[in-house]
C-alpha cells in the first residue's frame, strides 16, 4: 500500500531551533508525499487528547508544558510503510539512545526535548491525523515523481 499515512509534528523546539526545513527535507528526499502542513498552537486540551495513553505518567504534565511553549508544525506524510519508516527516520524516544543519521540522533541529547513526533502505529495514526486535521486538509494529488520512486503502485 502506497497510500498508508502517518502524523508527523515538529514540537516547539524544533521549530525555534529553525529545524522545519531540515526535518521536512528527510521525508521529502526519501520520497514521501506531503498531504497535509500547518503551523499551529495548540491548547493544553487538544495535546492532552494527543498524549491520553501517556496521562498516568511521571512525565506527562512536563511533557504537555513543553508541548505548549511554542508554535508545532503539525504534518501528514503518505507513502509505502511511512509509520513505521517515519519513526526509523525520527529515530528512538530518547535522543541520547539514536544513532547519527536519524533526526532524534542528528538534532537533539535530552528526551524532553527530542524535536519531533511520529505515530507508531497504523491504528494511532488514523486517530492522530482525525485530531490535528479535518478531512478537507487533507490535500489529494499525484506525486509527480511517483513512477521514480515505486516499482508498482
Ligand atoms: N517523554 C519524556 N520522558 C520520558 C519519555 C517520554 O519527556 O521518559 C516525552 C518525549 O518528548 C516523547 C513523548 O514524551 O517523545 C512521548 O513519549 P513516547 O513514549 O510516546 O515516545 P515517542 O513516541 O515520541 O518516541
Ligand atoms: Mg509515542
Redesign the pocket.
Known sequence: MSNEQTFIAIKPDGVQRGLVGPIISRFEQRGFKLVAMKLCSPSKEHLEKH?AD?SGKP?FN??VT?MLSGPIVAMVWEGREVVKTGRAILGA?NPLASPPGTIRGDYAID??R?VC??S?SVENAKKEIALWFNENELISYKQAQFDWIYEKA
Open positions: 498524549y501517556l512525565f512536563g511533557l513543553y524516544t528526551v524532553g527530542n513526533h511520529g507508531d
